[in-house]
């Protein structure tokens, strides 16, 4: 009886399937940039304008080498943390202080949802006022920061399943145990998603803000090469905060991967 003999391109299979993990999600940026790149050489956008991807690139690494893109960098990076903390912790806080509590509820959650439909945006002039010029760029990144995180907080313990909290209460649970074991698990996918939907909004907050009387940050940059007609310059600052939001939401991920590994979620065909 012939043995089988084994072929040569057993390989191929996996060899075939890197390759397609590698040039389908180039595909897309890919083809943006060829089209980019012919549409500005074709004269089809004025160069003024529209800055070509190579003129972009250069850009990039001019402003790396004479120190700018990082000293710019480094202000959005400290208003972004610090903004996102201020609203975090508070909305955390009191989150978890309506969800468990009906008096918290009864106290707060009227008046927050009556503050929560008026865009952020909307609140600049306030802030300007209560914070200065300086304290509102922070404080619009804490503000949608919080209504973000607190409803979401609230929601994800309120729709906790009320029979695990009587089963609890059967094994004679303290409520320091009931938290850590059914609520916070329970809540916890709400807050991360939401946690990932205001660390995306506060990239845009944050140049929204950059642009009221700044002369520094990214917004900054991005605001000022427009004006004196740096469209090179202008792309690059806007390749830089695509690659923070897209670094910052990629942690967030992981970490999410992390603290859910209990989780079994369907990821597609």
């Known amino acids: 009886m012939a043995r089988a003999v084994p072929s040569s391109n057993a390989s191929s299979p996996g060899i075939e399937s890197y390759l397609r993990s590698l040039v389908i999600p180039l595909a897309l940026p890919v083809t943006i940039l060829v089209l ?49 903390i201020c609203g975090f912790v508070p909305a955390i806080t009191l989150g978890a202080a309506i969800g468990l509590f009906k008096v918290g509820e009864r106290a707060f959650l009227p008046t927050l949802q009556t503050l929560a439909p008026v865009p952020v945006i909307a609140w600049i002039p306030l802030l300007i006022i209560v914070f200065g010029i300086s304290g509102a760029r922070i404080a619009l990144i804490s503000v949608g920061t919080f209504f973000a995180i607190v409803f979401a907080t609230f929601q994800g313990i309120r729709s906790v399943d009320y029979r695990l909290i009587e089963l609890a209460r059967v094994f004679e649970k303290s409520n320091h145990e009931m938290l850590l074991q059914i609520l916070v698990p329970s809540a916890l996918p709400n807050i991360i998603q939401a946690t990932r939907l205001a660390l995306a909004v506060g990239w845009i907050l944050l140049l929204a803000g950059e642009v009221i009387a700044s002369s520094s940050g990214l917004g900054w940059l991005i605001w000022n090469s427009r004006i004196f007609a740096r469209p090179d310059e202008m792309f690059a600052g806007m390749v830089v905060v695509g690659c923070l939001g897209a670094l910052t939401d990629g942690l967030m991920s992981r970490l999410e991967a992390r603290l859910q590994k209990w989780r079994l979620r369907y990821e597609g065909e």
Not at 61 to 81: D, P
């Open 36 to 84: 980019w790149q012919s549409a500005v050489s074709l004269e089809w956008w004025p160069r003024t304008l529209i800055a070509e991807p190579l003129a972009v690139l250069a850009a990039l690494v001019r402003l790396i080498e004479n120190g700018t893109l990082f000293v710019h960098t480094f202000v959005s990076l400290e208003r972004y943390i610090v903004g996102f």
